[in-house]
């Protein structure tokens, strides 16, 4: 039995809908196709104002009468894969329906732009949709656990998906892992590379940079300098904190004398600072003080201080 047919068994014996996003999508097209059978173009010409038809279910729409939506968690698609996806939509048509949702006259795509490009380019007037009535925040969901599956989202385009679901919907790092299926540390670090400057996030984007090399950038006073260096040498990740460890240690020593007791101690303080971070999920800075010191923990939002409020209580999150 394979994971589709596994699913379906599952959610026929389910009492009701499950309404978590992260149990992924093929039990969602399970769903809609035991709802509805797949309808022609013939009947999903729409009413007599020219709206389309709403009905929830799996059915042919024409390609003209599909939009992108303009909040894809995806920005960046490779021609030379969409070629190769067309060519064998061609061969074989569209295997996979994508999902759409009524949008005014048209549909707009909640997930598979990535086909409805290929089948533009394949040339074909049909492709196959499963129609959802969704609002905006289920469908930024949906778009991003179908991304975040298919490892189609680059991680500064990840960390900028689970941001926005963040600000705007008020979603906490473990909500963000419930919907994605997902570890909360696995969100806080992806987050955290929101931090880099620009320029940084831009070659972690065109691949030039791993995500164990930005990560390793984060705390750098230098990324800026540092990062061109990284993707022109192919320098490794342990290269790079390597680098940091030597910037952070020659950075504006106060005195002579305090000079010297950084250099020994700036590693190990980096390192923590590092791994509190990644606990976290939030930029943290520790400044010795004799035997003791300071540390501070910043956060960008009441939800981050929150989190930090429930860690610091031992509440249960």
């Given at each position: 039995m394979d994971d589709d047919q596994a699913l379906s068994e599952k959610n026929k014996k389910a009492p009701k809908r499950a309404t978590g996003l992260g149990r992924g999508l093929n039990s969602l097209f399970g769903e809609i196709q035991r709802e509805a059978p797949i309808e022609t173009s013939e009947t999903d010409d729409g009413d007599r104002d020219g709206q389309p038809n709403i009905t929830d279910g799996l059915r042919s729409i024409a390609v003209s009468d599909i939009r992108p939506n303009p909040d894809q968690p995806r920005q960046h698609f490779d021609t030379d894969a969409l070629d190769e996806l067309a060519d064998s939509m061609r061969q074989r048509g569209v295997i996979q329906p994508i999902v759409?949702?009524?949008?005014?006259?048209?549909?707009?795509?909640?997930?598979?732009?990535?086909?409805?490009?290929?089948?533009?380019r394949a040339r074909l007037h049909q492709i196959p949709a499963v129609v959802r009535s969704l609002n905006d925040e289920e469908t930024f969901e949906i778009a991003i656990v179908e991304n975040v599956q298919r490892k189609d989202l680059n991680v500064i385009e990840e960390a900028e998906a689970y941001a926005r679901l963040s600000t705007d919907y008020g979603h906490s790092q473990n909500r963000l892992a419930e919907i994605v299926g997902k570890s909360r540390s696995h969100i806080a670090n992806i987050m955290r590379l929101l931090e880099l400057p620009a320029s940084v996030k831009t070659l972690v984007m065109d691949d030039k940079l791993t995500m164990g090399h930005a990560r390793a950038l984060i705390n750098a006073p230098n990324a800026e300098e540092l990062a061109p260096q990284v993707a022109k040498q192919g320098l490794s990740v342990r290269d790079v904190e390597r680098l940091v460890r030597k910037a952070m240690a020659v950075k504006k020593p106060k005195s002579?004398?305090?000079?010297?007791?950084?250099?020994?101690?700036?590693?190990?303080?980096?390192?923590?600072?590092?791994?509190?971070?990644?606990?976290?999920?939030?930029?943290?800075?520790?400044?010795?003080?004799g035997q003791g010191g300071v540390m501070a923990i910043e956060y960008a939002n009441l939800d981050q201080l929150d989190l930090i409020c429930q860690r610091l209580t031992g509440e249960h999150i």
């Open positions: 759409v949702r009524p949008h005014g006259k048209t549909y707009q795509i909640v997930a598979g732009e990535r086909r409805w490009r290929a089948a533009q002579a004398k305090k000079s010297v007791a950084m250099s020994e101690t700036d590693a190990d303080i980096q390192a923590l600072e590092a791994h509190l971070g990644d606990l976290l999920g939030l930029k943290v800075k520790i400044q010795p003080d």
